[in-house]
């Protein structure tokens, strides 16, 4: 299969330290170019620097976000209206409106979508969600919990400091406890948005699972924690060190190429936004 070319939006740390690499590298995908607010950080990234984001649409068969969810959201709409392929990172947008307005202008271009959910293409994960199959669950738990607003951390981003933890993490933990439970059909939270949040959530079937979220936590991080409990046993989520984003290239190329679509897709992004916003609407400020 002949490489997929993207084009990259954003030049900031975690487009150096995940999406260059996921995207160089192949055989899945090539990476076309990049362009973002300050030319000069693109240039640091060793690809084809554009100055105008049409002239990235003009060289790229599909696009790829590495910015802030705003931002995602707003150049997210015209990738899609100019017929590319969109691969994109978690939140979906920074409001319920406007992952609303993205998935809508996905679904009228008709073009691929797939969300960065990284926990998701791991095999360890494959195998936690086929254990949760096995077992009738009926309740589970799970954590998320780093010291990533403090300091002079790489993620304590502007867009972080100001949402917290349930728009940044929150992403990945609910997706994954709506995966191994059933569809999330309601969520209560309680705690500040900036400190610690809990969520109570209520799935599909009768399954009930609860999640702690927090980036304002010092000392030495923990890795992120899942536990499932059913009527015929149990299934835990092992700590992993492996690198999913080959699988997310190797998934985002098929995609594209074949057609059909991905469970992961924008629809499936906003699902999850709008649990988040239900979530933020009950928390202290």
């Known amino acids: 299969m002949e490489p997929l070319a993207v084009g990259l939006i954003g030049a900031g740390p975690w487009a150096r330290m995940a999406h260059v690499p996921m995207l160089a590298r192949g055989p899945h995908t090539r990476l076309a170019g990049v362009w973002a607010r300050r030319p000069e950080s693109a240039a640091e990234l060793g690809a084809p620097v554009f100055t105008k984001i049409e002239e990235l649409f003009d060289h790229c068969e599909a696009v790829a976000f590495c910015v ?12 899609a209206r100019a017929g590319k392929a969109l691969l994109l990172e978690k939140p979906l947008a920074d409001s319920l409106d406007n992952a609303r307005r993205l998935a809508d202008a996905v ?44 300091g002079d951390h790489p993620f304590r981003t502007p867009w972080r400091v100001e949402r917290g933890a349930l728009l940044d993490v929150g992403p990945h933990v609910i997706d994954l406890l709506d ?17 610690w949040t809990g969520l109570l959530l209520e799935h599909e079937g009768g399954a009930v699972s609860e999640a ?20 015929t046993g149990s299934a835990v989520l092992p700590h992993f060190d492996d690198d999913p984003l080959e699988t997310v290239a190797g998934e985002f190329a098929r995609t594209v190429r074949d057609g059909g679509g991905h469970p992961l897709d924008a629809a499936h992004g906003l699902r999850l936004q709008r649990i988040i916003a239900e979530a933020e609407a009950q928390l202290a400020p």
């Open 68 to 79: 802030p969810p705003a931002v995602q959201a707003e150049y997210a709409v015209l990738a």
């Open 107 to 150: 679904g009228e271009a008709g073009v691929a979508s797939q969300m960065v959910l990284t926990l998701r293409y791991a095999p360890q994960t494959h195998a936690f969600l086929a254990r949760c199959a096995e077992i009738e669950p009926f309740g589970g738990h799970a954590a998320n919990i780093s010291g990533a607003l403090l």
């Open 179 to 195: 995966a191994a439970l059933g569809r999330v059909t309601g969520v209560r939270a309680h705690g500040r948005s900036l400190g």
């Open 212 to 231: 702690s979220l927090c980036m304002a936590a010092a000392g030495d991080p923990s890795p992120p924690t899942f536990a499932v409990y059913g009527r």
